[in-house]
């Protein structure tokens, strides 16, 4: 098996503040990182969901897979992924838990039940993406979720060093 390489480890996180520190992740961190790296990439939660684009309701929804995700793949590779590694303090575990908790369960909390009370309101005339224009809070839920995406957007990167594979993310 390849020697791993230490990766240094600097993200800001809410109510958290900046975790900082070194990963040298082995090849089972290797892999939850590059299915977790795919799904990050390949979902709107890193793309910039513009002020006349797309549905906030599918932004919402695209972040609630994204925890589904996580979770499956912390249960499929086991409590392995989440120890600290010799010299390590950092692990893929602690780094996706700490994500999940201070980035994604507080916005989704928040918002999937305010977006729900509002869409319950939309008239049959009214169309999805009307609806949602006409929201006094599309804005400002759009405003947080860029701010999401720029975290978003810095774990990507980590994950893609532990993966070893070049940054693939088109739209920065």
């Known amino acids: 098996m390849p020697i791993s390489k230490n990766i240094k480890v600097k993200i800001k996180l809410p109510f958290i503040g900046e975790v900082e520190g070194s990963w040298e992740p082995d090849e089972t961190e290797e892999k939850a990182a590059w299915e977790l790296y795919v799904e990050l990439i ?13 549905l906030l309701r599918e ?3 695209s ?22 590694k010799d010299d390590s303090e950092i692990s893929f575990g602690y780094l996706a838990i700490a994500v999940l908790n201070t980035v ?12 729900l009370d509002y869409e319950s309101r939309k008239t049959k005339d009214t169309s ?7 929201w006094e809070r599309n804005q400002e ?7 999401v995406r720029h ?13 070893k594979v070049p940054l693939l993310i088109v739209d920065r």
Do not use: M
């Open 42 to 54: 390949t979902r709107i939660s890193i793309i910039e969901l513009k002020p006349d684009e797309g």
């Open 59 to 61: 932004a919402l929804s």
């Open 63 to 84: 972040l609630y897979s994204v925890f589904s995700t996580t979770r499956e793949i912390l249960k499929k590779y086991g409590a392995s992924i989440a120890r600290c």
């Open 104 to 115: 994604l369960r507080p916005v989704l909390a928040k918002w999937h039940p305010l977006l």
């Open 128 to 134: 999805p993406v009307e609806h949602e224009q006409l």
């Open 141 to 147: 839920l759009r405003a947080e979720l860029n701010q």
């Open 151 to 163: 975290i978003l957007l810095e774990y990507a990167e980590i994950l893609a060093e532990v993966a």
